[in-house]
């Protein structure tokens, strides 16, 4: 059997054992989880999510680039003609330790430069191989941007591929305060 064959298997027995028709299109928990496409680190079984609790956005480093911000204005809409109900909306990024971004860094600079949307030079400056450092960077980038919803909540987490463990570099907190 191929893998093709064998995932169409597994959706078989997850329509029979773990699919929810009632699911709501939005997020039961408000949360947005942005997270690194290594298939070591997928935010939903890291973070031990079950289905429907949160969107789960993915790139390369789970960093914030203008394709995250598109995409996180394309969501907003959605929620918007959804319906979304009111309460808190949360906005996780998790990034990870042993990051294949690294190499891309060391060895492409041009390319990480372009999709990160940054001049070379400006690399050395975004912390590609400090995750804890990146979180904050991160964070700081996003409180700049004015389009995303003052009641949002940030956090930051960093997973280590050694441990298993999630540590909280940013606790969840405002996107702008009062004193912003």
């Given at each position: 059997?191929?893998f093709?064959d064998?995932m ?7 329509s029979t ?9 939005m997020?039961s ?12 680190v ?6 031990g999510l ?36 009111g309460?808190p ?15 891309c860094y ?8 372009k ?6 030079a ?5 912390a590609?191989?400090?995750?804890h450092?990146?979180i ?12 995303l ?9 960093v ?10 570099v940013?606790?969840?907190a405002?996107l702008?305060?009062l004193?912003?």
């Open positions: 059997m191929n093709h064998d169409l298997e597994r959706n078989a027995s997850f054992t773990g699919f929810k028709p009632d699911l709501k299109m997020p928990t408000g949360t947005i989880v942005v997270g690194c496409v290594d298939p070591r997928d935010p939903a079984n890291v973070l079950k289905l429907g609790e949160a969107a789960v956005i993915r790139n390369v480093g789970g960093r914030v680039n203008n394709a995250l911000l598109e995409t996180l204005a394309v969501l907003s809409v959605v929620g918007a003609a959804a319906g979304r109900p309460g909306r949360n906005l996780v990024l998790l990034q990870h330790t042993d990051c294949g971004i690294i190499g060391r060895h492409a600079p041009a390319v990480l430069a999709y990160l949307d940054v001049e070379s400006a690399l050395d400056d975004m590609i191989t400090e995750p450092k990146a904050l960077l991160d964070i700081a980038t996003l409180k700049t941007r004015l389009e919803p003052d009641g949002l909540m940030l956090s930051g987490l997973y280590d591929v050694k441990t298993g463990l999630v540590e909280t940013a606790a969840p405002p702008r305060t004193a912003d």
